[in-house]
């Protein structure tokens, strides 16, 4: 799944690629955003208190969580942010810096999009 990742490892073979030897990940920053929508006017929906939390957002926590407890991409340490857009602001600023850390690698998804959210999606993403 992620193959730079591994340490020594090539697409081709048992090879040790010299590029992912100095490339040597610690830790794996993995952000899971549910974004919002906008309205009429152009504004994000955002609420004060959530009550119906997402499920997508809930099971990839879940899913990422157990790949963590389970070692599954090796020797690497896993940490997991989630932030639903409809009930909190989205820290990009905070992100954007969690990228720039020394020997972390950074993946953002963002999760559960509909139809009516992809322009947010897609503003969130250029950010």
Known sequence: ????????????????????????????KVVLIKPSKYDDDGYVIRFWKGVLPSNTLSVLNGLTEDVKNRRALGDIDIDIATFDETTQKIPVKR?????????????????????????????????
């Not at 992100?95 to 969130?124: E, H, M, Y």
């Open 1 to 28: 799944m992620f193959p730079e990742l591994t340490r020594g490892s090539s697409r081709h073979g048992n090879q040790p690629n010299q590029h992912m030897l100095n490339t040597a990940y610690k830790k794996l």
């Open 95 to 127: 992100i954007i810096r969690w990228s720039r850390q020394p020997a972390v690698k950074l993946v953002v998804g963002l999760v559960g999009v509909q139809t009516n959210q992809f322009p947010r999606a897609l503003d969130l993403g250029k950010q």
